[in-house]
């Protein structure tokens, strides 16, 4: 919520990749109208079964990539939390390509993704895969947590000048480890009229400060 409450409420809100609705419970109390979208049938079909008394929840299954389902100029805020860290490059820049259609003048996307790429070149990177599974057991080296290996901060930034978007944020965070293999970029239309700051966060410590804030919801 710190992160994103400068763009909530929102009329209408797209997350993508919900799963099994863990942030859709909150989001859904933010907007008018949510579209969560998602390529497996058994997420779809759980959030349904969950949401089933929430008017305001829509359902679309996809193909991993097609925004086709949503009108353009429709959506005031765009979400995807822990899901999109786990696609290819690829992936997300179609994903970015449409963004720029789906969003209204003013609308906002906050998007998790991988950083894991910008880690290629480390010598780590270059160890036999039998070494590296033994420094990862013996908590030597990072895990990956199934990060796509071809994703990074600067390539999204690049997507998104590309894809008529700019970066309006990008925080550079690390999951259980040291290193920064995963970032929250936060997007606008290029034309829209949110400040063009750019702002490049490096956070190594956002573990321990979701770590306090699971401590103190539970208090």
Known sequence: ??????????????????????????????????????????????????????SRVSYHLNDGHSLAMISDRSIDFVFSFDSLVHVPREIIATYLGQMADKLTDEGVGFIHHSNLGA?????????????????????????????????????????????????????????????????????????STWPAAGEIVRNPDFMREAQSIRQESQA
């Not at 949510?34 to 079964?49: G, Q």
Request: aromatic content about 8%.
């Open 119 to 191: 880690y290629r070149s480390s010598i780590l990177n270059r160890l036999p895969s039998r070494m590296k599974k033994l420094l990862t057991t013996a908590k030597i080296l990072d895990q990956e947590h199934q990060r796509a290996p071809d994703m990074t901060a600067e390539l999204f930034r690049s997507q998104t000048e590309k894809h008529g978007l700019r970066c309006l944020r990008q925080e550079l965070v690390n999951w259980r480890g040291h290193r920064l293999i995963d970032c929250f970029t936060t997007v606008a239309r290029a034309d």
């Open 1 to 54: 919520m710190p992160r994103i409450r400068e763009y909530l409420p929102a009329a209408t809100i797209l997350e993508l990749g919900p799963g099994f609705g863990r942030w859709t419970h909150y989001l859904r109390e933010h907007c008018q109208r949510l579209h969560i979208v998602d390529p497996a049938v058994e997420c779809i079909d759980s959030c349904r079964r969950r949401f089933a008394d929430d």
